[in-house]
């Protein structure tokens, strides 16, 4: 049987092995993102029609311009854009009317309908505003993405693959406000993004993502439409799974979109966080184990309070392997730098989030709280 001395010794010895598998993982990762964001070259052949569905909850921070970009493509054929709400008092109602007014040259549908269908009130929406959709080609986006204008050419040209039933994009982040706004994009940024790319080079992951899927309204016919996602936590790791079942593709290019974060507090951070690990630990319980690895910081942290050799130089080296990662990313997709202290605040919360994230089966969103079931489908726990 061992001893204290001999069990303190072996667990930091483990935490300190899973550091530098950690710290090399980082640095391999940064690699990977250097490589991953290159301008498309290709273009359409044909170009169809497109229409953009876009669920709204509010008049979310910057909401307006990032509408008004989609009005603004450059894209020489007919774009509709449906905007839908599922209340009448929605403060987003007004804000789509503005914009109707200031880009009469394209077709802006509002949707306002307060009927509820399923647990997932994004799908709920989306099933609302599907009739209006009027366009062979329709891409789904969330009300929180920025893209730029050359977004539905690309993402059109991207749908010509001669296996692709839906195209979908990664996604970094921005934030628009303090603190904890700025340590949800670096979430996205140092943890989610890079591991995405990682996943995707070795063919590990098959990811659909909410920030934009498109696809022709034909093979959105043959999925049944939105209606079977209704109950869905994943909507979007279901879409692309129903996509393939019908033996087609799900591509994601080389570009990505961005991701609005406007957390305003420690709250909004902690909850946004969870669900997003507790969706991700739903859909593929093994593989989230590995983002152990994501964290050398807390590691080597943990080894250096257990009593590891050499402590001060491993925890320097994990962060030091942290910062490159952070700012790969941050060079590769053109973002403002974070300042390193956050790094590590970011860090620490994230590592309390991982471990609690296997405790518990709730998710708090937009206000309700829900509970994942093994089907990954989600309940109301109210």
């Excluded at 709400?85 to 880009?103: E, K, N, S, Y």
């Excluded at 040259?105 to 647990?119: F, K, N, P, Q």
């Amino acid at each position: 049987m061992l001893t204290l001395n001999e069990t303190a010794r072996a667990l930091s010895e483990l935490c300190a092995a899973g550091a530098t598998l950690g710290i090399i993982y980082n640095l391999f990762a940064a690699i990977l993102v250097m490589r991953f964001e290159r301008p498309s070259r290709s273009r359409s052949s044909m170009l169809p029609s497109v229409t953009v569905l876009k669920p709204l909850h509010g008049s979310e921070p910057g909401l307006f311009n990032r509408l008004a970009c989609l009005c603004t493509q450059d894209y020489p054929k007919k774009l509709q854009l449906i905007c839908g709400t599922q209340a009448t008092t929605d403060t987003a109602i007004d804000l789509v009317r503005l914009l109707a007014r200031r880009h009469p040259e394209t077709r802006i549908d509002l949707v306002v309908d307060e009927r509820t269908r399923g647990t997932n009130r994004k799908i709920s929406n989306l099933v609302n505003m599907e009739p209006k959709a009027h366009h062979e080609l329709i891409v789904l986006s969330d009300s929180d993405i920025l893209v730029d204008k050359q977004f539905v050419s690309r993402i059109v040209a991207e749908l010509e693959h001669s296996r692709a039933g839906a195209v979908s994009c990664a996604y970094y982040g921005v934030a628009i406000g303090d603190i904890w706004a700025k340590a949800s994009a670096l979430n996205i940024n140092s943890q989610f993004l890079p591991n995405v790319i990682v996943a995707l080079t070795f063919g590990a992951t098959k990811p659909c993502f909410g920030s934009a899927i498109a696809m022709h309204k034909s093979t959105l016919k043959r999925i049944g439409g939105l209606k079977p996602f209704l109950d869905e936590l994943a909507d979007d790791y279901a879409i692309g799974r129903a996509v393939r079942s019908t033996g087609l593709d799900v591509v994601i290019p080389h570009f990505a979109v961005g991701h609005v974060c406007f957390e305003h507090s420690f709250q909004e951070f902690w909850e946004r966080h969870m669900r997003s690990s507790r969706t991700i630990r739903s859909i593929d319980p093994v593989g989230y184990i590995g983002i152990l690895f994501m964290h050398p910081l807390m590691l080597s942290l943990m080894a250096a309070i257990i009593g590891t050799s050499h402590p001060f130089s491993l925890i320097a080296v994990a962060f030091a392997s942290r910062a490159v990662l952070t700012s790969s990313v941050e060079r590769a997709f053109k973002l403002e730098p974070q300042r390193l202290w956050l790094v590590a605040v970011h860090d620490a919360i994230s590592f309390a989030v991982f471990v609690s994230s296997f405790f518990g089966a709730v998710v708090a969103w937009r206000g309700s709280a829900y509970r994942i079931l093994h089907d990954g489908t989600i309940e109301d726990e109210n």
